[in-house]
């Protein structure tokens, strides 16, 4: 099979069949925790558990000042990640394109030095996050097969795409279907593993939120 | 235990999953932040304490049977089902190794409610088999007795008559139609008796009437520290038929964190029905106290002191001001600790762990988080507003050498009462 062969395939039925398993996988996932339901809160409020759920769902995004004082290195880490994977997917031109191919929707990006210098901060990070969960007694001991293969299968799109973008290791459409094959195995896997939580941090934090919202407490 | 009971167990555990656990689970990431929330943790250093590590059995007892991926990999025999030995070592990481205190539920960047999970896990353990003895007892004694600590209504009677006899004033029982029905923990009756001349003193100067319930005067709820919803209800509903059969307008929680939520907020849930009345902390009834002029007080203290927030106030029941505006009108040595409020650091005994004498040695080692807090403040009066904080405490300060005296917020506020003739206070 020829590299061209291989991109072709990646670009056509390997795409949809990735992108159809993600999106069915990741809507099973969502209805496995809504079917479950949750009973009505009976006792008197003190305030808006609706509120409350909005409110949590957006700062929760901030860590509070006594935890960030104590792991301000893996705290800074996930955000330098999760900006960076964010940046270099939505913001890459050529992404763009894409997305605006399969969906009709298009927006401006950033320059490509840049993405590539983000691209570059993006394998750092995840180096540093898996040095920290292996040096780690408390990640060590909580992380499990899984982990690493989400670690895995998120590091292998961005330094794939870094490689073919700059021309190394392979000759660039050999490695641009190897990066679009490392993007579909992200998206067959993400829906089995904790990388689910790109899209239930929502519902996990309205829970709570909701719930904190009610008592009128912080969340 | 049986192999029947570990089933009933397992059963009761996948019935306490619902969305909420459902979406914590999938949404965790295995960060370890929660872990560096944990006072069990962080001054062990042992990972088994990571909070959300408690509630693993749990987990797979959720992947298995509620996710169709989890369930595939049990099928080929890819994941191990619970049993009896996963019990037998969760057991201690669920009962001593956490105070319910939340803390880790507000640190969790996805949003996992952990400490929530942890009570649901108990309810499963509790029917196993596998809930600390000293829990069992208590929770036997107050279903059988009325009090996990054995107390019966005549030591209560008791503690009355010595009111009467030293200050002159009435803790009336069973008086229908008071605007307030108080409750009290077995602690404060032993203990504290202080907090029943402080209640008495209060209510009589902002000219409210109140009553104490010979049917339901306990306010601790052991269904609900030990995991069973059943005697939870049970407890509950007590303290519902009886405020309902005096047509009080307000109950009131005590100086107890764990008693505030149940009633407050569980108990309308557990009972399935909203009550026909209102349920206050006694702080929250000092606070309108405060603001509507009834309270008022004179003198100021003028000691370094600072505010030890009960878990369950601040956590989980929102009480967070009141505590720092009644302290503003009797102190002026007020200090804040490093982590204060919502971030506050457990005393290491809430969630039943004081009342698990097997959890001793290890509520020891986590009351120094509160050490390592006043060491940096050099205190010298402690208070708090939960009698199980406040024994805890006291443990704690002895057992390192500590001389800080733990004081109650309401019978320091009643010390500073404005005398007026014959309110029956000390003179």
């Given at each position: 099979m020829t590299a061209d062969a291989i991109l072709f395939f990646a670009r056509g039925t390997g795409f949809d069949w990735a992108l159809a398993i993600f999106v069915f996988g990741m809507l099973l996932r969502l209805f496995e925790v809504l079917s479950l339901g949750?009973?009505?809160?009976?006792?008197?409020?003190?305030?808006s558990g609706v509120q409350g759920g909005l409110k949590t769902i957006v700062t929760r995004t901030l860590p509070r000042p006594a935890i960030f004082a104590r792991e301000p290195v893996r705290i800074i880490n996930g955000y330098v990640f999760h900006i960076g994977f964010l940046a270099v997917l939505f913001l890459y031109e050529p992404h763009i394109e894409l997305f605006e191919a399969k969906m009709g929707l298009s927006w401006p990006g950033l320059p490509t030095g840049i993405?590539?210098?983000?691209?570059?901060?993006?394998?750092?990070?995840?180096?540093?996050?898996?040095?920290?969960?292996?040096?780690?007694?408390?990640?060590?001991?909580?992380?499990?097969?899984?982990?690493?293969?989400?670690?895995?299968?998120t590091l292998l799109p961005v330094l794939t795409g870094y490689l073919a973008y700059n021309h190394m290791l392979l000759p660039y459409t050999a490695m641009l279907a190897v990066h679009i094959l490392s993007v579909e195995l992200f998206m067959v896997v993400a829906p089995f593993t904790k990388l689910t939580h790109m899209f239930s941090f929502m519902l996990a934090r309205w829970y709570q939120g909701y719930r904190a919202g009610h008592r009128g407490v912080e969340s | 235990m049986s192999?029947?009971?570990?089933?009933?167990?397992?059963?009761?555990?996948?019935?306490?999953?619902?969305?909420?656990?459902?979406?914590?689970?999938?949404?965790?990431?295995?960060?370890?932040?929660?872990?560096?929330?944990?006072?069990?943790?962080?001054?062990?250093?042992?990972?088994?304490?990571?909070?959300?590590?408690?509630?693993?059995?749990?987990?797979?007892?959720?992947?298995?049977?509620?996710?169709?991926?989890?369930?595939?990999?049990?099928?080929?025999?890819?994941?191990?089902k619970v049993n009896a030995q996963d019990f037998e070592a969760w057991e201690e990481l669920v009962y001593d190794g956490c105070s319910l205190c939340g803390r880790c539920s507000l640190v969790c960047p996805v949003g996992n409610d952990i400490s929530d999970m942890i009570r649901k896990i108990r309810e499963g353990f509790a029917v196993a088999g596998h809930a600390p003895k000293?829990?069992?007892?208590?929770?036997?004694?107050?279903?059988?007795?009325?009090?996990?600590?054995?107390?019966?209504?005549?030591?209560?009677?008791?503690?009355?008559?010595?009111?009467?006899?030293?200050?002159?004033?009435?803790?009336?029982?069973?008086?229908?139609?008071?605007?307030?029905?108080?409750?009290?923990?077995?602690?404060?009756?032993?203990?504290?008796?202080?907090?029943?001349?402080?209640?008495?003193?209060?209510?009589?100067?902002a000219g409210r009437t109140w009553t104490i319930s010979s049917r339901a005067f306990e306010a601790t709820n052991s269904g609900v520290q030990i995991g069973v919803s059943d005697i939870a209800t049970e407890l509950v509903q007590r303290v519902v038929d009886a405020a309902e059969e005096l047509g009080v307008r307000t109950v009131i929680s005590p100086e107890c964190g764990h008693a505030y939520t149940a009633i407050r907020f569980e108990g309308p849930n557990l009972i399935g029905r909203p009550y026909n009345f209102r349920v206050q902390h006694i702080l929250e009834v000092l606070e309108e106290f405060r603001q509507q002029g009834l309270?008022?007080?004179?003198?100021?203290?003028t000691e370094r002191m600072t505010f030890h927030d009960p878990c369950q106030l601040v956590r989980k029941g929102g009480v967070i001001q009141a505590p720092r505006n009644l302290l503003g009108m009797v102190s002026n040595g007020f200090v804040e600790m490093r982590d204060h409020a919502e971030m506050n650091w457990c005393c290491g005994g809430g969630g039943g762990v004081s009342a698990n004498e097997r959890a001793d040695e290890l509520k020891s080692k986590a009351f120094h988080q509160k050490k390592s807090q006043l060491d940096e403040l050099g205190v010298e009066i402690l208070v708090t507003a939960c009698a199980n904080c406040r024994i805890t405490l006291e443990e704690g300060l002895e057992q390192n050498d500590m001389d800080i005296p733990v004081v109650g917020l309401t019978e320091m506020l009643a010390e500073h009462l404005v005398e007026e003739p014959g309110n029956g206070g000390d003179t």
């Open positions: 949750s009973k009505p809160d009976l006792s008197e409020g003190r305030g993405i590539n210098a983000l691209g570059v901060l993006t394998i750092f990070s995840l180096l540093l996050a898996l040095t920290l969960r292996l040096s780690s007694p408390v990640l060590k001991f909580l992380s499990t097969g899984s982990d690493y293969l989400a670690w895995l299968v | 192999s029947a009971s570990i089933e009933k167990g397992i059963r009761m555990i996948r019935e306490e999953i619902d969305a909420p656990v459902a979406s914590f689970f999938t949404s965790c990431v295995h960060c370890g932040m929660c872990a560096d929330a944990c006072h069990f943790y962080v001054q062990t250093g042992d990972p088994r304490y990571t909070p959300i590590n408690k509630v693993e059995p749990m987990r797979r007892i959720w992947e298995q049977e509620y996710t169709l991926w989890g369930r595939i990999k049990a099928t080929l025999g890819l994941s191990r000293d829990l069992v007892g208590a929770t036997r004694r107050a279903v059988e007795i009325g009090s996990p600590m054995g107390v019966r209504l005549p030591a209560l009677e008791a503690q009355i008559r010595h009111l009467k006899h030293d200050t002159g004033l009435d803790a009336p029982l069973d008086q229908a139609g008071a605007d307030y029905m108080v409750l009290l923990s077995s602690m404060e009756i032993m203990n504290f008796p202080e907090y029943l001349e402080a209640i008495a003193r209060i209510m009589q100067q309270l008022k007080t004179e003198g100021k203290e």
